[in-house]
C-alpha cells in the first residue's frame, strides 16, 4: 500500500465533506458578532450599522477535498450605496475575518465515537492580493 494513502484520514475526509457548509455557517454567524462588537453594538443591531456581503465558492482540490474562496464585502444598512460605518476599517474587518475563522470550529464524533473538531485554516490575503488603500471618493463600500 502506498504510505501516503496508509496515513490519509478517510473518515476525517468524510466528515469534512459533510460537515464543510455548517463550519462556513458558523463562520459567518461569527464574524457578524465579531463586527457587531467591534461597533459596540448587539449583534441582533448590527443589520442596523452594517451589511455583510459574500460570495463563495466551493471547489475540490486535487486530493478531492472541498475547500472554499471567498470575498467579503462590508457597507451601510442599505448596501453597497451606503457607507460603512466609521469603526470598521480594513484593518479592524480583516481582524474580525481572522478573529472569526479562527474561533469558528464544529465538534463531531467520528464513527467509532472519538472526537473530531473541524476547523479552518488560519485566514490570508489570496495570492496577489494588492491593498490599494482607501476606495476612491464616490466609491461607497469596501472590498477587502
Do not use: C, N
Request: glycine fraction near 10%; charge should be positive.
Amino acid at each position: 500500500m502506498d504510505r501516503a494513502f496508509a496515513a490519509h484520514d478517510y473518515d476525517g475526509a468524510v466528515l469534512w465533506q459533510a460537515q464543510a457548509g455548517m463550519l462556513w455557517a458558523r463562520f459567518t454567524t461569527t464574524l457578524r458578532r465579531t463586527l457587531a462588537a467591534a461597533l459596540g453594538v448587539g449583534a441582533r443591531e448590527f443589520a442596523q450599522h452594517a451589511r455583510l456581503s459574500y460570495a463563495k465558492v466551493a471547489e475540490y482540490q486535487r486530493r478531492g477535498l472541498v475547500h472554499f474562496h471567498a470575498a467579503i464585502r462590508l457597507d451601510g444598512p442599505d448596501g453597497p450605496t451606503d457607507p460603512p460605518p466609521a469603526g470598521l476599517t480594513r484593518d479592524a474587518v480583516r481582524d474580525a475575518i481572522t478573529t472569526a475563522a479562527r474561533a469558528a470550529t464544529l465538534s463531531i464524533e467520528r464513527p467509532g465515537g472519538t472526537p473530531l473538531v473541524l476547523r479552518w485554516h488560519p485566514a490570508r490575503p489570496p495570492a496577489g492580493h494588492v491593498d490599494r488603500g482607501p476606495p476612491p471618493r464616490g466609491q461607497r463600500g469596501r472590498d477587502l
